[in-house]
């Protein structure tokens, strides 16, 4: 049994597999998601799991090297765009407009659906290197 980091075996699995510049979506309960990409539904109901509590998760077993995510999100999620830019830390930023963010959902391994039912709480974490 593993002992740490994320337990969810398909979170997991797709980590394991990606490269440098792979992308993953982190996505409330309401965006839509290409039927071409592979969707890990984690969502229970309303606000569980929360987007915040697995965005944390997954930064905890990933390095990412860029973020991207919508840039309504300031306007109409302030308080959890100032959650996700404390979490990234120096991490690299990209705002797009919401439309653009679905698009590029597209190009995404996989996308998380999470039970978040707040507004643009939707972000692209492109993978990077963990050495040098």
Request: with cysteine; aromatic share 2%.
């Amino acid at each position: 049994m593993k002992k740490t980091g994320i337990l969810n075996s398909e979170i997991s699995t797709i980590l394991s597999r990606m490269g440098h510049t792979d992308c993953i979506v982190i996505c409330d309960c309401g965006l839509p998601i290409p039927d071409h990409v592979k969707r890990i539904d984690l969502a229970l109901k309303q606000g569980t799991p929360s987007f915040a509590e697995t965005l944390e998760a997954v930064l905890g077993d990933m390095e990412v090297e860029e973020a991207v995510i919508a840039s309504e999100m300031a306007e109409r999620n302030g308080v959890l765009r100032k959650q996700v830019v404390s979490m990234l830390g120096e991490t690299e930023i990209q705002e797009v407009s919401h439309e653009r963010l679905k698009q590029l959902t597209g190009q995404a391994k996989a996308v998380i659906r999470t039970g978040e039912a707040t507004p643009y709480a939707n972000i692209i974490l492109k993978a990077g290197v963990i050495f040098g």
